[in-house]
């Protein structure tokens, strides 16, 4: 991947998801002092990113390092960062390290929970956006990239199909095609935490559009009803 390009899209993503937070924060009714705390915890979310990509030449975590943590080094040595109050620093620095796992710790505090949640919630959707905009090409290199070089083929996976049916988000190892990472990015859903943030998924039609890619098979159909039937009842509860 060409290197000025890398940075561009991270770098667009990261306004994009400041973007996001903003729409939730307002929509969560956060006040001034945890919008902010909330900026900058989108604005870092990804900062050591560009470190990755210009110490090894990749976004993939596990050719280099984990770049949540880079991140959190890169906003503890912001000149900002030592101004802050304890609580928020430790907040900032949680909501960072995990916003790219797979699945949150149990988190006790509530307020770090929110927090965590949100910068989770307002990057999943811009990765939607971004990875739907990539679809559109197939031959597309970047996009093989980020679909871990998985072979263009038309199977899902068994594991898979049966992840998204239990509610389960689908694990990077169980993928072994580009539909299964389709299927992937749908289930992203479940760890959507925010009435609000499936409002602009409804909104942007991100499930449909993926699905739209998809071939019309038991395995893709019985996933998507699944995951369109969990995104109407967090409209009724
Ligand atoms: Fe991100």
């Known amino acids: 991947m060409n ?70 080094a890169a906003v503890t040595e912001a000149p900002f960062f030592a101004g802050l109050d304890e609580i928020s620093q430790q907040i900032i620095k949680m909501a960072i390290q995990n916003h790219s796992k797979i699945q949150l710790p149990n988190l006790e505090d509530e307020q770090m929970q929110l927090f965590c949640q949100l910068i989770r919630d307002a990057d999943k959707l811009d990765l939607w ?54 299927l992937m990015v749908m289930s992203w859903v479940f760890d959507l935490n925010f009435r609000a943030s499936f409002n602009i998924l409804n909104q942007h039609r991100y499930i449909e559009k993926v699905y739209d890619t998809l071939p019309k098979q038991d395995g893709i159909i019985n996933a998507y009803r699944t995951i369109k039937l969990f995104i109407e009842n967090k409209f009724v509860e």
């Open 3 to 72: 290197v000025q390009r890398s940075i561009d899209l991270k770098k667009n993503h990261t306004l994009r998801v400041v973007e996001n937070t903003g729409k939730l924060a307002g929509a969560l009714s956060l006040n001034d002092e945890q919008k902010v705390i909330a900026e900058v915890i989108a604005l870092y979310h990804d900062a050591g990113r560009f470190l990755q990509f210009t110490k090894y030449g990749t976004f993939n975590d596990e050719q280099s390092e984990d770049h949540a943590l880079l991140s959190v």
């Open 129 to 182: 956006a971004m990875i739907i905009n990539q679809f559109r090409d197939r031959s597309n290199d970047d996009m093989k990239v980020i679909m871990y070089n998985l072979p263009d083929l038309n199977p899902v996976s068994e594991k898979v199909v049966k992840a998204i049916q239990i509610g389960k988000l689908v694990k990077k190892e169980d993928m072994k095609t580009m539909n299964d990472f389709r």
